[in-house]
């Protein structure tokens, strides 16, 4: 049989063979402008082998000693990883949500360009996306982010070059490295300290999804902004681990329900020292310069983290214990609350980021009071019904005759806080300030540091930067002077009050008074210092001189500009800050020597090289002696009474018997001190206003500073074995007292104003400066 083309037959064939034609010319057309863009292009592509040698912007980082990370300062935060030190949950992560044929593709993908497009068609959406790791990367380090067909062939031309010139495993560490995630994150370890406050070799894999989810959309996926979208994007992450196969159905079902613990701030760290990482950030900007913010240098200072939180946490708990007893003050501000929910919660928002939290002191807006429930509500529309004694403190605001200062209505800003019933209060900020510091006493190490009680709040370091009267703290450096004069413990000196009329010195009439405004006549010099007695004090001074007392007080670092050399000084009339204080107490610690603060143990590089090592002079070896021993032994034996018998036998509850130390309150209580100490480490607490003024007209050191240094020292001292100091061979012991050959019976200050009481008016010639009293 025959078969034969019609006219119609040979026209259809003619029209494909055209058509066949036409787009073999389109696909040749194609294809050449293609390699005539290629051509064009490749010359105006950036060198990629420096990837080889990345070298990215790292923040400078402040550790404790014991590495716990306190700080960072830089624009970016990123902590570099090797490939290797990824955890594979987290790579593998990584790859479902982003690339799953990574380790196959030579840059770009062409199934997953078609499985995404298919995808997209299907949903009618940009769901998901064709970029590989490799196109991302050439995007993060060399392109904008302007979504036109020239960009994109670029990343496409930069992720082939980049994958004939890199490995692998090079790639995904710039990934890993490189990435912005969020809240100045750039990479996956600093992203998992700022969300999770962890390392990123601990993540678990519900919090590896998590990380995983933010590179399509760092804003959108943020779980601390964000987390209902967070968590929708985590599931998408382990629903394509488990169709992959990379986990289990059962792990699946454990991550999805994991409930994730995500840091609310993105300054959070698990040990509060920001006042010991600004004193850091200081120094070493001071040494490096701008380089300082990138050049990835560790700093790890002297703090150890469980003692920094311990001082922390008794500054924070003192200053709150004080300020609860003056009562509730009224809300810190007030806001006009809108109608409408949406810009109700914006203005709720507002005002809480201008009101940050304050640790567990959280910033709230009143929208709701009743007789016995206020409604406070927070960021994301959280409320929180406070009832029953959550009210008590703030009880004042909700009657009916309260002063518009004090009352509680919509609108009222207030701080919660949780009790330990676990149930809300309302509460407030304290407006007095402390100060803590701790030191190693044979060094100088700061072992911890506390320079005020919220850092957000106030930048001033009160442990640095706060010049105060140092009140009866002072005292035991007059009585040290004494010694070296020839006074011993057992020396007697009148407790009596003098005054003094100003016809007989030009000037003020001055009445030293002691702080109780008891006198109790004849007293050894011991039993004085450990009552605190002022008129025992001035009558040191007197006797030895003001500006050999001066003279003494400089030995320790005080400044003598300061101090100058009045009888006042006899009552910590000059001006000290808490670590030239404490600095001061680390000699009658350490047997008599000075050691010089420092905070900077050793500075790193990014590669772990030792860039510097602080070495201190130690006592016994390099530091200077400024006390002899017999001194300062017998000098600490009389601060050791001040525990057992005097002002500071609160002490006593901690069951130790090698504390020494002294209280101080300044004149009309402004300024309330107590430093101490163990033989290995010396601590001081300060509590007052930064504008002074009373804390009250019976509050002392003793019962505001010393609890402080109480709550520190019992965590501090937990495994340290009670240490007793040796007795100087030079110290003599007669009838149960101590001595030295210079103030032994018969040779030394036996009395001093007991023949004549009133021989005080000489005084004033050297007074210079009204009086102060102090305990």
Request: net charge neutral; glycine share 8%.
């Amino acid at each position: 049989m025959k078969f034969s083309l019609t006219g119609d037959n040979r026209n259809v064939t003619r029209k494909i063979t055209q058509a066949l034609a036409i787009l073999v010319l389109l696909f040749v057309a194609a294809i050449a402008s293609i390699l005539l863009v290629v051509a064009l292009a490749s010359p105006r592509l950036p060198e990629v082998k420096a990837l080889a040698d990345y070298r990215p912007k790292v923040p400078l980082r402040v550790m404790t000693a014991d590495g716990v990370l306190i700080g960072e300062f830089g624009e970016e935060r990123r902590s570099v990883i090797r490939a290797e030190q990824a955890p594979a949950v987290l790579v593998n992560a990584i790859l479902a949500a982003e690339d799953e044929r990574f380790f196959e593709h030579v840059g770009i993908d062409p199934w997953g360009i078609l499985r995404s497009a298919t995808t997209n068609l299907l949903t009618a959406s940009k769901a998901q996306g064709a970029s590989t790791i490799t196109m991302q990367v050439a995007r993060n380090f060399y392109l904008s982010k302007e979504k036109t067909f020239t960009r994109k062939l670029f990343e496409v031309l930069l992720a082939i070059e980049i994958e004939r010139k890199l490995s692998k495993n090079q790639i995904l560490e710039l990934y890993l490295n490189q990435i912005f995630l969020g809240r100045r994150a750039y990479g996956f370890a600093a992203a998992s300290q700022i969300y999770f406050n962890k390392p990123v070799q601990r993540v678990s894999l519900a919090e590896a999804a998590m990380l995983a989810g933010l590179p399509k959309a760092p804003s959108a996926f943020n779980p601390v902004v964000n987390p209902r979208r967070a968590k929708v994007r985590q599931e998408y992450v382990l629903g394509r681990m488990l169709k992959l196969g990379m986990i289990t159905e059962a792990e699946f079902r454990r991550a999805i329900l994991e409930n994730l613990k995500v840091v609310g701030r993105s300054d959070d760290y698990a040990v509060n020292a920001a006042y010991l990482a600004e004193m850091v950030r200081i120094q070493i900007y001071n040494q490096f310069r701008e380089e300082a913010y990138n050049r990835g240098l560790t700093v790890f200072t002297t703090v150890r983290s469980y003692e920094q939180k311990a001082a922390y946490d008794a500054v924070r708990s003192g200053l709150v214990n004080f300020d609860r007893k003056l009562g509730w003050r009224g809300p810190e501000a007030r806001i006009d609350l809108p109608p409408e929910a949406e810009a109700r919660q914006d203005a709720i928002d507002d005002v809480i980021s201008d009101k940050p939290d304050s640790d567990r002191l959280f910033t709230g807006v009143v929208i709701e009071v009743a007789k016995d429930k206020v409604v406070v509500s927070r960021s994301q529309g959280r409320q929180f019904n406070i009832t029953g004694n959550g009210l008590q403190f703030a009880r004042k605001g909700l009657e009916a005759n309260a002063p518009q200062n004090l009352r509680l209505r919509p609108g009222a800003v207030v701080r919660i806080g949780l009790m330990d019933s676990g149930e809300w209060e309302i509460t407030q900020l304290p407006e007095v300030e402390g100060a803590f510091v701790a030191l190693q006493s044979d060094t100088g190490a700061v072992r911890a540091l506390v320079g005020g009680f919220d850092f957000r709040r106030s930048e001033f370091n009160n442990v640095t930067q706060a010049y105060r009267q140092p009140g009866s703290t002072l005292k035991p450096f007059v009585y040290g002077a004494a010694l070296e004069k020839g006074f011993s413990p057992a020396t007697l000196i009148n407790d009596a009050p003098v005054s003094f009329d100003p016809g007989e010195t030009g000037g003020e009439p001055w009445e030293p008074k002691n702080y109780d405004d008891k006198y109790e006549g004849t007293l050894t010099m011991r039993q004085a210092l450990a009552k605190s007695k002022n008129m025992v004090s001035i009558r040191i001074l007197h006797r030895i001189g003001p500006r050999f007392g001066q003279s003494y007080l400089s030995r320790f670092g005080f400044e003598a500009e300061r101090n100058p050399p009045y009888l006042t000084l006899a009552l910590g009339a000059g001006g000290v800050t808490p670590l030239q204080m404490a600095t001061g107490y680390a000699a009658f610690a350490n047997g008599g020597f000075r050691v010089t603060p420092y905070f900077i143990d050793r500075v790193i590089d990014e590669s772990g090289n030792l860039l510097s090592q602080t070495e201190p002079a130690r006592a016994e070896r390099e530091a200077p002696r400024i006390i002899e021993p017999e001194d300062v032994f017998i000098l600490n034996s009389m601060l050791q009474d001040v525990i057992r018998v005097g002002t500071g036998r609160k002490a006593l509850s901690l069951g130790r018997s090698d504390l020494a130390g002294k209280t101080g309150t300044t004149n009309n209580a402004q300024d309330a001190w107590f430093a101490g100490y163990q033989r290995n480490m010396v601590a001081l607490a300060w509590v007052g206003y930064d504008q002074p003024r009373s804390l009250g007209e019976r509050e002392t050191g003793g019962g505001l500073a010393l609890p402080i240094w109480m709550d520190f020292m019992q965590e501090a001292l937990k495994k340290v074995p009670v240490s007793t100091p040796e007795m100087p061979a030079g110290v003599l012991r007669i009838d149960g007292e101590f001595y030295t050959a210079r103030s032994a019976p018969g040779v030394g200050v036996p009395s001093l104003g007991l023949e004549d009481p009133v021989t005080m008016e000489e005084l004033l010639l050297q007074k210079g400066q009204a009086g102060q009293t102090g305990n």
